[in-house]
T-cell receptor, first 114, second 114 residues
Framework: AQSVTQLDSQVPVFEEAPVELRCNYS??????LFWYVQYPNQGLQLLLK??????LVKGINGFEAEFNKSQTSFHLRKPSVHISDTAEYFCAVSETGSARQLTFGSGTQLTVLP | ETGVTQSPTHLIKTRGQQVTLRCSSQSGHNTVSWYQQALGQGPQFIFQYYREEENGRGNFPPRFSGLQFPNYSSELNVNALELDDSALYLC?????????????FGSGTRLTVV
């Protein structure tokens, strides 16, 4: 079984500052990794995913993440945040074998301050 | 293309009652997955349906059941409601069973059990 730990439950940051949201996972088999964003009263939207290949993954809205197998991490970064980036961010993992279900972390609330 | 539509958006039920939640898949999608998101938590996988058959199940008791119809819409039924069933229920559709192909999430149904 796999698990995901999002190390920060809340991250406040000023507008135009860089941000990193941390995610560590645990699994005995190879995995796919994902970052989703959830705006208030909405469903989840995929930001980016790592399936294979290059460990640096670029997503929508200027976000990127780096897969580090030795550290079992998949941290999300953005060089300059906007007020509109305020949302809940979820890291998720799935085993490559079955790949039928996502296991999510408990989320990080990113609040961008003016 | 239409997205994933869930109904109702909000629902209040009494402990012990039964509830049915509905999900219309995105056009062209034949796979539906259901997730439960308790307040302050990440979503948890309930089950997946592919071509009207259950195709994987998470750690939820049998009182959580589902259906998928020939048009690929889906229902989630919960019997004997408990207070802990209060949560946001998310439906996600996809064109294949694997999470690597990408899910489209609906906005969810907020269920409150009193």
């Amino acid at each position: 079984a796999q698990s995901v730990t999002q190390l920060d439950s809340q991250v406040p940051v000023f507008e135009e500052a860089p941000v990193e949201l941390r995610c560590n996972y645990s699994s005995s088999v190879s995995v796919y990794l994902f970052w989703y964003v959830q705006y208030p009263n909405q469903g989840l939207q995929l930001l980016l995913k790592y399936l294979s290949g290059s460990t640096l993954v670029k997503g929508i809205n200027g976000f990127e993440a780096e897969f580090n197998k030795s550290q079992t991490s998949f941290h999300l970064r953005k060089p300059s945040v906007h007020i509109s980036d305020t949302a809940e961010y979820f890291c998720a993992v799935s085993e490559t074998g079955s790949a039928r279900q996502l296991t999510f972390g408990s989320g990080t609330q990113l609040t961008v301050l003016p | 293309e239409t997205g994933v539509t869930q109904s109702p958006t909000h629902l209040i039920k009494t402990r012990g009652q039964q509830v049915t939640l509905r999900c219309s898949s995105q056009s062209g999608h034949n796979t539906v997955s259901w997730y439960q998101q308790a307040l302050g938590q990440g979503p948890q996988f309930i089950f997946q349906y592919y071509r009207e058959e259950e195709n994987g199940r998470g750690n939820f008791p049998p009182r959580f059941s589902g259906l998928q119809f020939p048009n690929y819409s889906s229902e989630l039924n919960v019997n004997a409601l408990e207070l802990d069933d209060s949560a946001l229920y998310l439906c996600a559709s996809s064109s294949k069973t694997g999470v690597d192909y990408g899910y489209t999430f609906g906005s969810g149904t907020r269920l409150t059990v009193v």
